[in-house]
Nanobody, 119 residues
Framework: QVQLVEAGGGLVQAGGSLRLSCAAS????????MGWYRQPPGKRRELVAA???????NYADSVKGRFTISRDNAKNTVYLQMNSLKTEDTAVYFC?????????????WGQGTQVTVSS
């Protein structure tokens, strides 16, 4: 089984920054992509950013220019640098991993970490 350990969430004032990290451990042989979803209060879960093992990244329009996703493939760790935070960024952030093991694909999820941006 694969476990995703998230860190870096918390409370920050608008305009501030946070850096989230997510480290994967377990039996996977290959990581295809890692990324972040978020779910604001009372809203649907949405994709924030994703990055493939080859380095290709994708961002939601709402965070482009403010958030940066990066990864350390050797450590199976993904980071999300969040700058110029807005109150609208308040949400539970979920790390995910798209991996392969013996020719089969699997998706894994972290437990979520709360990010609260105050005005």
């Amino acid at each position: 089984q694969v476990q995703l350990v998230e860190a870096g969430g918390g409370l920050v004032q608008a305009g501030g920054s946070l850096r989230l990290s997510c480290a994967a451990s377990g039996s996977i042989l290959r990581v295809n992509a890692m990324g972040w979803y978020r779910q604001p209060p009372g809203k649907r879960r949405e994709l924030v950013a994703a990055i493939t093992s080859g380095g290709s990244s994708n961002y939601a329009d709402s965070v482009k220019g403010r958030f940066t996703i990066s990864r350390d493939n050797a450590k199976n760790t993904v980071y999300l640098q969040m700058n110029s935070l807005k109150t609208e960024d308040t949400a539970v952030y979920f790390c995910y991993l798209d991996g392969s093991r013996y020719g089969l694909s699997y998706n894994y999820w972290g437990q979520g970490t709360q990010v609260t941006v105050s005005s």
